[in-house]
């Protein structure tokens, strides 16, 4: 079943990803949102009680993000920003949360402090950069872009700290990255072929979330359905 939910997420995934190069179309919010629509059926039926909740709230905001940037609407990146900020903090609590779980070895690849350490000081290191280089130009949102900065380094911390296996700091560092095109696109000259790669590393770093959570879940059986 894993397998299969896998291979239908890479096929819509990819399906998107190839509609970009004849982007902007009709109703394109439909298919750019069905990848985290299907990762959210596969959260709601695998997990029970507060982790269902808090990894299904993620993905539901991440969802309404998607939507809501993609619509040609006043203010959409502002309220885009606003669904992402409450996607990150989502993630933030049911990182959080896994401190209350135990799971056997071969679903832990909790790295050691010093890489832990190491990886963080990285990502701090990151987030002053792009906050440098992102903030002077975003004029009137300012505010609501610090904001997000500072969310997304706290996911991201959370994430190396609390979620404890290679899988879901590697979907919250992807996360970091396709903030930082999406960043760079909107306030600075855009990278080559961006939108491919924002929505690339987006959908991989959900992904990695989503099933990175469940299967650290898995060994609490109040949270796990199937």
Known sequence: MKNRIVAVFFALSGAYLGSLFFSPY?????????PI??????????????????V??????????????????????????????LAHIAYVMAFYNLKKYTYHTQ?????????K?????CVIVFALLMATHI????????VPVLAYLSVILLMGLSAVW?????????GALLFVISDAVLAQSVF???????????????YAAQCCLAFGLVAAFKREGNALIA
């Not at 679903?107 to 890489?115: L, N």
């Not at 903030?135 to 300012?142: C, D, G, R, V």
Request: charged residues 10%; hydrophobic residues 50%; glycine residues 4%.
């Open 26 to 34: 009709a109703f394109q919010y439909i298919p750019k949102a069905l």
């Open 37 to 54: 629509a299907l990762l959210i059926v596969m959260v709601v039926n695998r997990l029970a009680g507060i982790p269902r909740v808090i």
């Open 56 to 85: 299904a709230s993620a993905l539901l905001f991440s969802l309404a993000g998607d939507v809501v940037l993609t619509l040609s609407i006043k203010h959409s990146f502002l309220a885009g920003l606003t669904c992402f900020f």
């Open 107 to 115: 679903y832990s690849e909790a790295s050691s402090k010093f890489t």
């Open 117 to 121: 350490g190491l990886i963080s000081f």
């Open 135 to 142: 903030l002077p130009a975003s004029n009137t949102l300012y």
């Open 162 to 170: 609390f979620g404890n296996t290679r899988f879901i700091t590697s």
């Open 188 to 202: 600075h000259t855009p990278l080559p072929f961006s939108p491919f790669l924002v929505m690339l590393t987006y």
